[in-house]
């Protein structure tokens, strides 16, 4: 973000305040975009980077995956450069979400990847643990920390949602940020952004009736720091299942953050899945502005993108930006019906 302070590192008083006054009475309202498709052309796929089944590429040799019967796919995927030496030096971190409904439970895993010559994770070198942790659903680090940050969303609202990972010592502290949501319906989304702040955003809003959810800005001891109202597209499938599955910060641009939302439709033989990936920008009021950046399914014709969750920056390609994404297979990948671990990747035109 340069040197500039925007809004989102400001205190907290600017949007709080008018969070105060419109929750007494006023009605929510998002900024629409004057053309909701005016940047879906800045970013194209690359299908030279891209695996669509990753669990059955031969590159792909992790016998942890091959003998578990349970293992839901990869539900957070977080890239660290490495300025010096990039891309070659990239290192890679995975995690999966685990599985709580059997006995004994099911831990997430967390795998740590070395790059290839092209900066994207050199499968081979993949090295795998398992964390003290269910329901992982985003993973980042902190250059500065040399720390890891996990989201988790657990059925039990007494479990916290948001812990810091040492991976040198494997020690887990679970951050004091309390927060309410019902089952399955919790955070999936994390960004770190500067000053300690920790982002996310309610994979769905409190109430299926409702449109706005919130994105929300904790430090690691709990305090509320920020808070701007999201309005989400409830209905982007047929059925009222959209929900928001990841959260990145835009480090080139003051203010704002790129939201991945995602729906699944039975009924939708072909593609199966609505994906957006949002630009969204937070407004002194509190309130986002939000605009198409890629449509999976405009993007990708006749190709089912599946259930993309997981988002990072990736290395740069000839000087351009990319965002690598994805999927959990949902426990899914044999079947009728199975579901696909797809590895795909976005460059910037």
Known sequence: MGNLRSIIEQPVSTCFLFLLFYSAGCTRTSRPAKNENDLASTWQYEPAESIPDLRKDALFKDENIKSDSIFGGFSGIEYVSDAL??????????????????????????????????GFPDWKTCQARALPLISAESVRYSKNEQQLYIVTENDEESTPSF???NPES??????PIQVNFKPDRGFESLALGTANFIWSIREQPEKQSDTFTNLTAWNKSGKLLKEFSYKINISSCAHEENGISELLIDPEKANTFLVLERCYDKDDKAQKNTVILYEVTA?????????????????????NSDNLESMTWGPKISGKRTLVFISDDNFRNSGANPQFTRFLVLKEK
């Open 283 to 303: 407004q002194h009021q509190g309130l986002t502005e939000k605009k198409v950046l890629f449509n999976f399914r405009d993007g990708l014709p006749g190709f």
């Open 170 to 175: 494997s020690q887990t502290t679970h951050l």
């Open 85 to 118: 030496n990039a891309p070659t030096k990239g290192r890679w971190f995975l995690i999966t979400d685990g599985y709580s409904k059997v006995t004994p439970r099911h831990n997430s895993y967390l795998y740590s990847c070395g790059s290839n010559n092209s």
């Open 163 to 165: 812990h810091q990972f």
